[in-house]
T-cell receptor, first 115, second 115 residues
Framework: NAGVTQTPKFQVLKTGQSMTLQCAQDMNHEYMSWYRQDPGMGLRLIHYSVGAGITDQGEVPNGYNVSRSTTEDFPLRLLSAAPSQTSVYFC??????????????FGSGTRLTVV | AQKITQTQPGMFVQEKEAVTLDCTYDTSDQSYGLFWYKQPSSGEMIFLIYQGSYDEQNATEGRYSLNFQKARKSANLVISASQLGDSAMYFCAMRDKLNTDKLIFGTGTRLQVFP
């Protein structure tokens, strides 16, 4: 059981390049989400999905695109990378906890640098 | 607006002593969940403990307990018998709306455990 798998772990991009951060989970969780973590801050939500074919914006969606064609995969696309997108990106999936409420499983993160 | 406040940027504790990390939250929702995560220097997000807003008892998970004071909107994390391996960043987070998948994070507290 791999949990939430993110690739790549590290990436350097030039300004204006595009790329896709991959996220896959094998726990059959309906909810998936992407967060970014900047120095000295907690995680902030970029986009989330409550099921295949359904996505919505979070707190900081500009410059990012997502789609959810399967339950397992939730890729994050940077359309035209900017230095302000230098950050650590976390993918998460969430599940209904026994006894109520939701739990979250996070991937190990992708450290992205835009130069 | 929903918000998580962690007022302690850094805390020190001696090994084997207990430590309390503070967290206050702001929400107008009646149903919400509160989380604590640990982030060691390796960067992964490790789930520690969860408290639902309707849970009557404070949550406990091994050496971790959550001091939940609903009227004061506080959810402090208590770590008993600190260990050197507890040195890390600790984040308080809240999920407040049933129909979205949004975790709101505080800015974190860096805990350092010394021998």
């Amino acid at each position: 059981n791999a949990g939430v798998t993110q690739t790549p772990k590290f990436q350097v991009l030039k300004t204006g390049q595009s790329m896709t951060l991959q996220c896959a989970q094998d726990m059959n969780h309906e909810y998936m989400s992407w967060y970014r973590q900047d120095p000295g801050m907690g995680l902030r939500l970029i986009h989330y999905s409550v099921g295949a074919g359904i996505t919505d914006q979070g707190e900081v969606p500009n410059g990012y695109n997502v789609s959810r064609s399967t339950t397992e995969d939730f890729p994050l696309r940077l359309l035209s990378a900017a230095p302000s997108q230098t950050s650590v990106y976390f993918c998460a999936s969430s599940y209904l906890r026994t006894g109520g409420g939701y739990g979250y499983t996070f991937g190990s993160g992708t450290r992205l640098t835009v130069v | 607006a929903q918000k998580i406040t962690q007022t302690q940027p850094g805390m020190f504790v001696q090994e084997k002593e207990a430590v309390t990390l503070d967290c206050t939250y702001d929400t107008s929702d009646q149903s919400y969940g509160l989380f604590w995560y640990k982030q060691p220097s390796s960067g992964e997000m490790i789930f520690l403990i969860y408290q639902g807003s309707y849970d009557e008892q404070n949550a406990t998970e091994g050496r971790y307990s959550l001091n939940f004071q609903k009227a004061r909107k506080s959810a402090n994390l208590v770590i008993s018998a600190s260990q050197l391996g507890d040195s890390a960043m600790y984040f308080c987070a809240m999920r407040d709306k049933l129909n979205t998948d949004k975790l709101i994070f505080g800015t974190g507290t860096r805990l350092q455990v010394f021998p």
